[in-house]
């Protein structure tokens, strides 16, 4: 029988959630703490924090910070922020503790140009001190990046790499209408793109990330953003959006090889959107032109994802590692997880 792997989570919001969900079911996986500074978690046994209908004698620490500067374990989830400049004191801190790290940290999952210092730091780090850091989920660090690189593998000659991802916001949860600023007029949602709280985080880097495996060096990226305008009035569980305003967002990256576009990545969330899909179009020989209908979408992918990337973590040399650089990623095989510790060398 494999040694049990031991593991934390920090941040229990509906990512942290799902993901120390999926960890207390994991037979090879223990829960050894939690810690979340909000309210509605801060100091509750963990199991009422979960909404489930047992305690779980593990109390959620509302204190990361200092949870982190104890912390005893094999790895640890960081469910806490998009923005780099706010995870890499946590990433930081689990490395002193020699903590493997794994992390959702959407502005960590490949370094893109203008935070290529912090990147260098965190690599620099970790290595020192062994460890192996890793940001994934399913966007960016899959759907719209690891997958579209996958069905590039029949083919020769790519020219181009394009992926839209359209999901109907109005079936997802109030933080994320939010995050696509549902319900906001027009003039409101351009002051929220500018102050940058209504906007995904991560086309960026999935577009970098798709050039560095196929060996471009892209010339120039432009992201752009506008606002899904609702045709007629819409409702969801939580909001009322009327007729005109924002529904949520049309948000694009092109990144140009030689003046050519090589990548394409379209992301469109808003609430009643139609034909919900990701579709992928490799421009090669042969051409590859792939659709999952519905799309995948949701917490519960999300956490799958990050779950199914433990034994890679914990397989991978230390450093900051991206999604690119690890095996072929499948659904979650227990007995894969081996804790560092116990590894033949």
Known sequence: MPRTVKVAVVGLGSVGQAV???LLQTPTVKVVGVADPAPA????????ALGLPRRLRIKVNGDPERFIKKLSADAAVVCTSSLLKEVKPQVLGLAAR???ILTTCEELAFPVPRRATAFREIDREAKRRKVSVLAAGL??????DALALML??????VRRVSVTRVQDAG???LPLQRRVGAGLNLGQFRRAVTEKTVRHVGLVESAHMIASALGWKLDKVDEALEPAVAPRDLDTEYLRIAAGAAAGIRQSVRGYRQGELAVSLDLQV??????????ILVDADPPVDATISGGITGEVATAAILVSMLPRLLGAPPGLIT???????HALNPHDLVPVSTRKR
Do not use: I, W
């Open 20 to 22: 120390t969900r999926l």
């Open 323 to 329: 999604v690119k650089d690890l095996p072929l990623l």
């Open 41 to 48: 978690s801060a100091g509750k046994d963990l199991g009422v």
């Open 98 to 100: 020699r903590v493997q």
């Open 152 to 157: 590039t593998a029949p083919c020769t000659g």
């Open 139 to 144: 966007n960016p660090g899959f759907a719209m």
């Open 270 to 279: 808003y609430v009643g959107a139609e034909a919900p899909r990701d579709h």
């Open 171 to 173: 079936t997802r949860s």
